[in-house]
């Protein structure tokens, strides 16, 4: 199993199953991983392929 680590936050949330996955809403390129305290906190996002700003 690969690790995965938050876009925004940068941990580790392989195990953490409040966290979300999905491709980048814009450019559909990246794969946007936040994790269930950046959900939380409403963390914003920034795709490093198209610059595009969420979390909406
Ligand atoms: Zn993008």
Redesign the pocket.
């Known amino acids: 199993m690969t690790a995965k680590f938050s876009t925004t936050s940068k941990v580790n949330v392989t195990n953490d199953t409040g966290s979300v996955s999905f491709m980048?809403p814009?450019?559909g390129?990246?794969e946007i991983v936040r994790s269930q305290h950046d959900r939380e906190i409403v963390v914003p996002y920034v795709?490093p392929?198209?610059g595009?700003e969420g979390p909406n």
Do not use: V
Request: proline residues 0%.
């Open positions: 980048c814009n450019c390129e990246f795709c392929k198209c595009f």
